[in-house]
């Protein structure tokens, strides 16, 4: 029974207050709300997103057949499946060796990045001169330092790529942790003073689990860049089997497919990666995710 | 009487932070300024360091400190003020019509992600089903590395006979519209419950509640992103330069000087530098912007990485 | 007191059931409550009695699910169409981006009322806030922000005003004040009033009738008539009517505890 008049759709504000006295009442509800429930609610969500998706590629693969659209301008999305499978020795293969620059830059990344974010707890003076310096270099683009670092640490080796990827996922980390690390509730550090705590049991019982959401936060968008700035790095030069190169080789010949197959590739590196943090971050976390709400990306 | 006495004590304490904010955001904004010049002159100074301390002891990691692989500090600054090539510009007004180049594909990428992004924002607020279908895929559109595909984009650009520069402004759009919807999206959302029921309660169309309650609280948000943006499209652009043919900008230079590094690696020093003061302007531009618009209340953090 | 011409708020069986299927949760049943002009009402209760839902029945911002609610004779929609009232809520909510006196101009302009500054001025006089209409809210103490939210709800001359808990943020004197504030305003304008909270004083203090809610589901227990000479001032705190009224409503309040479900 439909209890909303449309005055009450003028605004879906009400939804959300409904919700908010529910919620407010689920404690008294003998059970509370049935988690069969809560699945169905979270798959009957799933629902538009999963018809808008077959939407598009199913349009995408009519209309390139219909229109006779040229492969090098917009390939049907089956003749990118093709090719992946066809190649998808040569383009796993050139994964690996871009997984391997990014996995190497962002472990570099965030041990420094959680290191000078520690510092700058212990010595305030390190903080008040080297965030504002951190945050105007976050607007430099880093990607810039690629050819140097090619310079310096051998364009061949994959260390030069490293680096560049160590840099563009070192300030968010940085940034992000400082501020978990440091911006904790007066009444926190208080407490624990009175308890007559030492610094560095303050920083594990406060400041770290407080800096945890920052952390990770800044890990999910690292772990994307970090696929990315591996591949634009590569584009500065280096060896030929990193997707990077394979996929401006394919374009320079207009081989559209097959470096369409390449970048699906790095797609998938790169949500499988966001993936993993977020299943990290659940396991570490479970507390402050089951408070969240649904809608994150 | 009663409220005389009530009324002046809040009088007196609200004079009094007013004035004090007003101090302490300007003394603020200069120790950032020092903060920035103080730590990049303390670069230079480990810089020039290491290379005496390298070169006295030969050291070759992690970076040989040559002059070669590490020029001086003051050869970098002195290389612009040299011809580029023999008989050509000064580096120095090279990289400058380069910059202001790759500036424009920067600019109007950004602008038109930004519209994009408000408009894909606001039109999720009045769709719950178009948010629900769309959203996703916005999301998603973020896991497929644009930059990778850079170099399609150029070609494909030639190939519709869009000019190049144009065809480079569809990348910084692609990088900049995602974190503006997110936090468009998360900024129309923030005004509480009650601020709602408020608007409810004066019977305001949607039209009305959303300008005049939920975009000025989304506008902290936004400009968030757009800073964020702000660097996005210029790294777009630079990315978008580099495929073979694009001869002005200042992603093609960073290729052919770093070509040119073993003869004269200053230059490309000089153009990192450059590269990154582009960068930075833009990103300062977007901050005055934001300081005018959002000039009425305190400083509020808004955290930028925990948006994207 | 109802004169028998028209009720400003009229409800009759109202209930309200929020969620669907068989995850209910029945805020509120059989609510009757006929409301006069210029009377002043407290709903007081503990928490989940639904006195907020039943303020927001009244004022639009919900529907109920059985019976009916009439203010001035029309529909809650279309006495919200005809902004017949004014809302206070606990926190301020000042827009603050808007200075103190475009804040109460808010709703004027989507009223499209004219005059605006105007009647601005005149409502920020009888709040007594008038040298601060160029001020940002965040300049403002807590209470001041609520006298703005209060000369806001004013503004467009509803009928009835609506106060769900607006004291509740402030320190007690403060509130005392605020309360005074209130009687003065309500003297003056001779406006309906609907008063959410949950201190029995302050409901005693303001109110011509407290009506005493219980929880589960939200029902009205007691009425209890305040026969306190108006106009209601600092010796009225202190007189022993206020506290034997005080006591009425309590043991009111503490009779709903031996129910037992």
């Given amino acids: 029974m439909s209890h909303h008049d449309d005055a009450e759709r003028d605004l879906g504000i009400l939804e959300t207050h409904d919700s908010d006295v529910l919620a407010a009442f689920e404690g008294d509800l003998p059970g509370g709300v049935p988690t069969s429930a809560r699945l169905l609610r979270r798959l009957r969500r799933a629902v ?22 040229q492969s090098f301008i917009l390939p049907r999305p089956s003749l990118i499946v093709e090719r992946f499978i066809a190649t998808s020795g040569e383009i796993w293969g050139a994964g690996w060796n871009t997984l391997v620059e990014a996995l190497g830059g962002l472990v570099a990344g965030i041990v420094l990045g959680v290191g000078v974010a520690l510092a700058t707890v212990r010595w305030v003076g390190l903080r008040d001169g080297v965030m504002p310096f951190a945050v105007a270099a976050n607007s430099v683009p880093i990607i810039a330092l690629a050819p140097i670092m090619n310079a310096w640490f051998s364009i061949t080796s994959p260390v030069s790529k490293m680096a560049v990827v160590a840099v563009v996922v070192f300030f968010p980390v940085m940034i992000n942790t400082a501020r978990g690390l440091v911006e904790v509730d007066a009444a926190e550090t208080e407490l624990l003073h009175s308890y007559g705590a030492s610094p560095r049991q303050v920083l594990r019982q406060v400041r770290v689990p407080h800096a945890f959401p920052y952390f990770f936060s800044a890990l999910k968008v690292a772990s994307a860049l970090s696929i990315i700035a591996a591949i634009v790095a590569e584009y500065f030069g280096g060896p030929q089997d990193v997707l990077g190169q394979y996929i401006v080789a394919k374009a320079n010949l207009f081989v559209y497919p097959d470096a369409w197959a390449a970048i699906l590739v790095a797609s998938i590196m790169g949500t499988t990666l966001y993936g993993l943090v977020l299943i990290v971050e659940r396991l570490l976390m479970p507390w402050h995710v089951s408070l969240r709400g649904g809608d994150e990306p | 009487m009663r409220h005389a006495t009530e009324r002046d004590q809040p009088a007196a304490a609200a004079v009094v932070p007013a004035v004090a904010a007003a101090n302490a955001a300007a003394a603020d904004r200069w120790r950032r300024i020092l903060s920035v010049v103080g730590v990049t002159l303390g670069l230079a100074v480990v810089w020039e360091v290491y290379k005496l ?23 970098v600054v002195g290389e612009l003020f040299r011809p580029v090539r023999r008989g050509g510009d000064l580096l120095i007004l090279d990289l400058t019509g380069r910059a202001l180049w790759t500036l424009r594909e920067a600019l109007v990428g950004f602008a038109a992600g930004a519209i994009l992004g408000f408009g894909l924002g606001v039109a999720f607020t009045r769709s719950r089903l178009a948010e629900q279908a769309f959203l996703p895929y916005v999301v998603a559109s973020q896991t497929v590395p644009i930059l990778a595909i850079a170099p399609m984009v150029v070609v494909w650009g030639g190939r519709l006979d869009i000019p190049q520069w144009l065809a480079v402004s569809i990348i910084s759009t692609y990088l900049t519209f995602f974190p503006v919807v997110i936090n468009t999206l998360r900024g129309l959302r923030s005004p509480d419950s009650t601020a709602m029921e408020l608007m409810r309660s004066y019977a305001a169309t949607p039209r009305e509640v959303l300008w005049k309650l939920q975009v000025p609280s989304a506008l902290p948000y936004i400009f968030t992103a757009l800073k964020v943006s702000a660097t996005a499209s210029v790294i777009g652009a630079l990315i978008g330069e580099l495929p073979a043919g694009f001869q002005t900008g200042l992603g093609r230079a960073l290729l052919t000087f770093s070509q040119q590094f ?19 302007l833009f990103v300062s531009v977007v901050t005055l912007v934001e300081h005018r618009v959002i000039h009425h209340s305190r400083p509020t953090e808004v955290d930028a990485l925990a948006a994207a | 007191m109802s004169e028998g011409s028209e009720l400003v708020v009229d409800a009759k069986g109202v209930g309200k059931v929020f969620g669907v299927g068989d995850v209910t949760v029945e805020a509120l049943r059989g609510i009757d409550l006929a409301i006069g002009p210029g009377e002043f009402i407290s709903l007081i209760g503990p928490s989940g009695c639904g006195k907020s839902t039943l303020l927001r029945l009244v004022g639009d911002l919900l529907t109920p699910t059985s019976g009916s609610v ?10 919200r169409r005809d902004r017949d009232y004014g809302m206070v809520f606990q926190k301020a909510t000042l827009l603050d981006w808007r200075t103190v ?7 004027l302009e989507i009223m499209h ?3 605006r500054r105007s009647r601005a001025a005149e409502m920020l006089d009888l709040v007594q806030l008038s040298e601060f209409a160029e001020r940002y809210p965040w300049q403002l103490s807590g209470g001041m922000q609520q006298r703005v939210a209060i000369a806001r709800a004013l503004a467009f001359r509803p009928s009835l005003l609506l106060m769900d808990e607006p004291f509740g943020a402030l320190d007690e004197m403060t509130r005392e004040a605020m309360q005074q504030e209130v009687l003065r305003i309500y003297g003056e304008t001779g406006i309906t009033v609907v008063f959410v909270t949950h201190s029995i ?22 009425v209890v008539p305040v026969d306190l000479p108006r106009p209601r001032t600092e010796d009225t705190r202190e007189s022993q009517g206020y506290f034997d009224i005080i006591t009425q409503v309590r043991e009111a309040l503490r009779s709903q505890e031996r129910w037992v479900r």
């Fill in chain 2, 262 to 280: 073993a003869v004269r690696s200053a230059k490309l020093y000089a153009t990192v530098l450059v590269s990154a003061l582009v960068g930075i």
């Fill in chain 1, 48 to 69: 538009p997103a999963a018809v808008a998706f077959a939407a598009v590629i199913g349009a995408w693969e009519a209309l390139t057949r219909a229109l006779d659209v």
């Fill in chain 2, 53 to 75: 301390v390298g070169n006295a002891l030969d050291l070759t990691t992690p970076v040989r400190p040559d002059n070669v692989t590490m020029p001086h500090v003051w050869d």
């Fill in chain 3, 101 to 107: 006196r475009r804040n109460v101009e808010l709703p």
């Fill in chain 3, 201 to 222: 004083p302050e409901a005693v203090f303001l109110s011509s009738r407290v009506v005493v809610m219980s929880p589960r589901p939200g029902r009205i227990s007691a």
């Fill in chain 3, 113 to 115: 009322i004219d005059q």
């Fill in chain 3, 70 to 79: 009439r203010i001035n004779g029309k529909t809650p929609h279309q006495a």
